[in-house]
């Protein structure tokens, strides 16, 4: 909306983009915002004392919906005259037909859903030929007890309701169509000339009633994490692109530096492209100008950094460059340092002066690595002074323990950190487990920064108090 105030002392007044910001954005999760008209899911419920209904694969069914209508209420009224004043009264309820799309697909999953109900309510289709009504018994007595049409013993129903989901916020809002029944059925029809159109099968459903419920999108039947089948639940490898290519670089360049390359947190990722927190509209959109320039800053010293040790990084840069400042190098490569167990180079970003640098001071270049050496004749006192040094502000070891299989380092968070503080401000279930991801990811990216040596697939339990949060791999 346009942003006018007051022009000239006139009484005009528009309100800005703050308004839609306040009423959409300024609940924890966007709770206020609309649902997306692609935001939805369709579960068929199928009466398992129907035979043919064990056939149907309803997980395969659910994901097949393209689109839905959603159920209308409409109430037959009359107007009556009560003493020329009008009175308005609702004689009946009326539930409107629906409309669902179904994708044809090539296994049959749709097609023999719509055969099996079609074979319950109709005699017909379940003959195998048409020579089963070739033969004429209108004034013959018929040799064969055969039914035809809608004489086919059809007693309960075929399906028991149809729950179409509309979601938002990792919650939904449900609408049952209760006892549906079948009125229509088609397929798109073939044309050479629209090769690129899909097939469809549209079903046009009237119901007894309509009921309302709401919920968590993890208690979807056929959805999600209940359907492994037909979703993947796993979470994306990608990497923050930034950090990789520099990251990149500097191994192509310093092969025996003992650098790490861990994959970015939700939080880390966040503070680094701007704040993304409900009701900051403003701020989500960061200048992308300003970014640019920090990581050309950040190219800048770690090319002074490695050319002060005669290793040039990006072929463009110059050996020397000028300037009144210090400079920051990565010297002592030779340092090394041991636990008794194996001999490590331990690579330390230090501060020197040098007035042929425009690298600016106190400039934190790289996260260090740490001297310790984990493995399976590791104690557990060395596993805890290891965990312990990493972050202790924000958690501390627990316990430790191992199998053939697998390594599990367990550790508390505090009660006085910004991580527990984090999930504590959550306001809601769903926010709350979002931030406990969030802390997880956090504490085994952190914790990837250790040496780990032969231990099998090292993983990380982290612990509110008494209770694990989740796990992930380090």
Do not use: C
């Not at 938002?168 to 229509?184: A, E, M």
């Not at 919920?215 to 089948?229: E, H, K, L």
């Not at 950090?243 to 990722?269: A, C, M, Q, R, W």
Request: glycine share 4%; aromatic share 10%.
């Amino acid at each position: 909306m346009a942003n006018l105030n007051n022009i000239a002392g006139e009484f005009f007044q528009l309100r800005d983009y703050h308004h839609a910001a306040k009423t959409f954005a300024s609940d924890a999760g966007y709770t206020k915002a609309p649902y997306k008209g692609s935001s939805f899911h369709v579960n068929m419920s199928f009466n398992s004392i129907v035979e043919r209904t064990n056939s149907i694969q309803t997980k395969d069914i659910a994901v097949l919906v393209r689109s839905t209508d959603l159920p209308e209420v409409r109430f037959e009224t009359q107007t009556f005259n009560q003493y020329n004043r009008k009175r308005i009264v609702k004689k009946k309820v009326e539930y409107q037909p629906i409309k669902i799309s179904f994708r044809d697909d090539i296994a049959q999953n749709v097609r023999s859903m719509w055969i099996a109900y079609n074979q319950y309510y109709s005699a017909d289709s379940n003959y195998p030929g048409g020579n089963f009504f070739q033969y004429d018994d209108v004034y013959n007595d018929s040799p064969f007890s055969r039914r035809y049409g809608l004489d086919n013993k059809s007693q309960v129903p075929f399906i028991n309701n149809v729950d179409i989901y509309s979601m938002g916020d990792k919650t939904y809002s449900k609408q049952s169509l209760i006892n549906p029944v079948i009125t229509s059925a088609g397929f798109t029809e073939h044309d050479y000339a629209d090769v690129g159109r899909t097939q469809e099968l549209s079903l046009t459903l009237e119901y007894e009633t309509v009921l309302y419920s709401t919920g968590g999108t993890d208690n979807i039947p056929n959805f999600g994490i209940n359907n492994t089948v037909n979703y993947d639940v796993n979470y994306t490898q990608l990497k923050n692109e930034a950090s990789s290519f520099i990251l990149d670089f500097i191994k192509d360049k310093l092969p025996d530096t003992p650098i790490i390359n861990t994959v970015l947190s939700v939080l880390e990722i966040q503070q680094r492209t701007g704040d993304f927190s409900p009701g900051k509209v403003g701020e989500i959109l960061t200048d992308f100008a300003n970014r640019s320039a920090e990581f050309d800053q950040v190219k800048k010293d770690i090319e002074n950094a490695i050319s002060n040790n005669n290793t040039p990084l990006f072929p463009e840069m110059t050996a020397n460059s000028t300037s009144s400042t210090g400079s920051q190098g990565i010297p002592n490569l030779s340092n090394t340092s041991s636990n008794n167990k194996e001999l490590s180079i331990n690579t330390i970003l230090q501060e020197f002066t040098d007035t042929n640098s425009t690298t600016p001071q106190n400039r934190q270049l790289a996260q260090p690595t740490y001297d310790f050496k984990l493995d399976s004749s590791s104690t557990t006192s060395e596993y805890q002074s290891a965990v312990d040094t990493v972050n202790p502000t924000e958690y501390a070891f627990k316990d430790k323990s191992s199998t053939s299989d697998q390594t599990v380092i367990k550790v508390t968070i505090s009660e006085s950190g910004s991580f527990d503080q984090k999930i504590r401000l959550a306001p809601n279930s769903a926010t709350r487990e979002a931030a406990e991801s969030s802390v997880v990811s956090s504490v085994a990216n952190q914790l990837a920064t250790l040496n780990f040596g032969n231990n099998p697939n090292p993983v990380v339990q982290v612990y509110r108090g008494k209770d694990p949060i989740g796990s992930a791999p380090i």
